[in-house]
């Protein structure tokens, strides 16, 4: 095998930081161009899986080496020029390949082309995954485009991260936490700083590329100010320069009270100039872009969590929602940023119903007709940023309303990858079906005149197939830290890993990226890759969904750590942060009611799922508690009452969680041993932990429903 990178070099990617270097002791190294990463990962792919070494040619010479991999551009290589067309090309957009089988005479190889070096770079990725899998290498003809354009991780380094190298309990609210990243106030020692590059940031981007991950916005949401001043921004540029050959950009979580904040002094604002529409406070974003921009040239732009959870928004000032996003907005258009507002909004004084706030607040504004006769009032570099469901990351919700609703306002979904509330890291929670689940879900969006839209799954809204919106994004909230194998738990690195690949193609199966991951991480052997995905990771979300919170229950967890149960809980300070608040357990049933007869919450949906939902009759069991009241001897489809049926999944959840444990321990010889103990002693954590909550929850429910636990095994 011969590697061919032509021109590789005339490449350059701009490199603003003079000083950045690896770490003392880095055995990865900064990558020049986006072509160069393309041409090693292949050295080190083909050389691994195939165990030889592996040839590296600048160009074909006259003839093209039997069996050679050549990759690249039209603009970059002769060979793709020769081989591939314009027109053969065009369709795969910035992002997507080609990946070719060719021959010359007796002479065979394979010519992987994109538009772009990035696209030749995931076409590389893609070939060793097929190759790592045991896939055809022969007679390919592959095309592929990314449905979504901007995909996205937003890097919560302060929270709910779970993947430090720090294992003692599950993660914290707070504190130390192994975020991946050092910036001057994260606390490692100095000399480990950024813009010193550490082996553990090119080992993520290499792991973000891998799946197409096109940026990351690193701070967390409840932002700190110090990302904006010119020591972090120094650091972010450098960090920026050693992703960059990966194809990752960088942008930032802000508060949006930042100019105010006198340690940007003299540069500050006055509260009366921090009226959205005021020149001033546009002003001062646009100067705080434009230096992030000189530091950095492609910087996305701002992802802003407002008027949240605490967290400064322009209703401070007296302006909603629509005004504070497009005063950031304008300020930053010139610069070809973006805005991605956040709407992960629940003020009281809205609703009572936690879930209908959001889209009280942010509907009105996407109706509203416009002076030009147009309807909308955000911007066009403004994406409203929702979770998938009206709550917060539930192991399973229904849909978040919003979705179909914002007909015009460009709409980013948000995932939790970080298993805040799917078992931090300790579970085994593959969370691919989750997603496949909420993706494919239909919405029923109708257009104006109340017809069915033909294309209305979540999936199709968020890539801009449903009602035509050009511009798209799917948002990750991540897992990366500093733990060796960078998530915790080796078994959340398949989350990571699906989540990239639901971003860019997301009408996937989820059991066929679980066979590749295994593949890829275990092993081809078809004993393990039968168990693992089969017994193990598929059926481990909805086992989760069982001994925690079935049947469509609401939140239980306990207070802010949210990771062991607490059904009884009612003594946070805010009604909508208990759990007392989502159970409603009393002597007649179990769950809130969103129904007509209750908060209503179902009447934000399009008319099939207000039907669908609104009705305890047809509502699909797995949701009914998140929108009905539910007697406590209602017959269910199983034909136990719903008491029986709620104890049953309790224990049926566990069982999985032993079945899995079992499975696991069946595999000892085929596993290497040191990740087979480390999966192993999360295993019995695991089944511990979701024994408890079992036992909690039913005991408790118990209290109120006076029967019988008749449980099974
Ligand atoms: C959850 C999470 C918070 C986070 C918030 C958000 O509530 O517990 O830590 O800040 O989501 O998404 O903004």
Request: glycine share 8%.
């Amino acid at each position: 095998t011969t590697v061919i990178v032509e021109n590789a070099d005339r490449n350059k990617v701009y490199r603003h930081t003079p000083n950045l270097s690896m770490a003392p002791g880095s055995t990865e190294r900064l990558m020049e161009s986006t072509l160069e990463a393309a041409r090693e990962e292949l050295v080190r792919g083909l050389g691994g899986l195939l165990d030889r070494e592996v040839r590296v040619s600048p160009g074909p010479g006259s003839r093209i080496p039997h069996g050679a991999v050549v990759v690249g551009t039209r603009e970059s290589s002769r060979v793709v020029r020769r081989y591939v067309a314009p027109d053969e090309l065009e369709p795969v957009g910035d992002d997507g390949y080609l990946i070719r089988s060719l021959s010359n005479g007796t002479r065979r190889f394979t010519v992987i082309a994109g538009n772009t070096d990035v696209g030749a770079l995931y076409g590389t990725f893609a070939f060793l995954r097929r190759l790592q899998t045991h896939k055809p290498l022969t007679e390919l003809d592959i095309s592929e485009a990314p449905r979504v354009a901007n995909r996205h991780l937003n890097y919560w380094d302060t929270e709910r991260l779970y993947a430090g190298n720090n294992e003692s309990g599950t993660g914290g609210l707070n504190g130390e936490n192994g975020a991946i990243f050092n910036f001057a106030a994260t606390g490692a020692s100095a000399a480990l700083n950024l813009p010193v590059v550490l082996d553990r940031y090119l080992v993520a981007a290499r792991a973000m590329a891998s799946v197409g991950i096109t940026g990351i916005t690193i701070n967390n949401v409840n932002a700190n100010n110090a990302y904006l001043t010119p020591e972090y921004i120094a650091q972010e540029a450098a960090l920026a320069d050693a992703l960059r050959p990966y194809g990752i950009k960088l942008a930032l979580s802000i508060r949006y009270a930042a100019p105010v904040d006198p340690r940007f002094a003299p540069d500050t604002l006055t509260e009366e100039q921090m009226a959205p529409n005021d020149p001033a406070f546009q002003a001062w974003w646009n100067r705080k872009a434009r230096q992030l921009q000189e530091a950095i040239p492609d910087f996305i732009g701002f992802t802003v969590k407002a008027n949240s959870e605490g967290q400064p928004g322009p209703q401070d000032f007296g302006y909603d929602h629509g005004d504070g996003a497009n005063g950031m907005a304008v300020a930053v258009a010139p610069l070809g940023m973006k805005i991605y507002w956040r709407t992960f909004v629940y003020n009281p004084d809205v609703d009572s119903d936690r879930l209908k706030r959001a889209y009280l607040e942010f509907g009105p504004i996407d109706d509203e007709a416009q002076p030009d006769g147009t309807k909308g009032r955000f911007l066009d570099n403004v994406f409203l940023q929702t979770k998938n469901g009206p709550l917060d990351f539930q192991a399973r919700e229904p849909i978040h309303p919003m979705f179909g609703r914002m007909e015009n306002t460009n709409q980013a979904l948000e995932l939790q990858i970080t298993q805040e509330y799917t078992g931090q890291n300790r579970m085994l929670c593959f969370l691919a079906p989750m997603w496949e689940e909420i993706l494919k879900t239909d919405t029923y969006a109708t257009d104006a005149r109340g017809q069915l839209l033909d294309k209305r799954l979540v999936g199709n809204v968020v890539d801009g197939t449903a009602q035509n919106h050009s511009d798209t994004a799917i948002v990750g909230v991540a897992n990366l830290g500093n733990a060796d194998n960078l998530t915790g738990h080796h078994f959340s690195q398949a989350n990571l890993y699906a989540f990239g690949r639901q971003a860019w193609d997301w009408t996937l199966d989820s059991a066929d990226i679980a066979d590749d991951w295994v593949r890829m991480t275990w092993g081809n052997d078809r004993n393990v890759v039968d168990a693992v995905v089969v017994a193990m990771m598929m059926g481990s979300w909805e086992a989760l969904v069982s001994y925690q919170t079935p049947l469509g229950i609401g939140h239980q967890f306990t207070a802010d750590v949210h990771y062991g149960p607490g059904p009884s809980e009612s003594h946070l300070p805010r009604e909508d942060w208990n759990p007392t608040y989502y159970n409603q357990a009393d002597s007649v049933g179990l769950g809130y009611d969103r129904s007509p007869t209750g908060s209503n919450l179902t009447a934000q949906y399009f008319p099939t799922l207000e039907a669908r939902y609104g009705d305890i009759d047809t509502v699909p069991e797995n949701l009914m508690m998140w929108f009905h009241h539910v007697p406590w001897d209602r017959p269910m489809s199983s034909g136990r009452i719903f008491w029986d049926e709620l104890v049953d999944r309790y224990y049926s959840g566990v069982r999985y969680v032993t079945g899995m444990r079992r499975t696991w321990d069946s595999l000892e010889a085929d596993i290497d041993a040191r990740r087979f103990s480390e999966v192993r002693a999360k295993l019995a954590l695991h089944e511990a932990d979701a024994a408890d909550w079992r036992d909690t929850c039913v005991s408790y429910w118990q209290e109120f429903s006076g029967r019988e636990i008749r449980a099974e095994g």
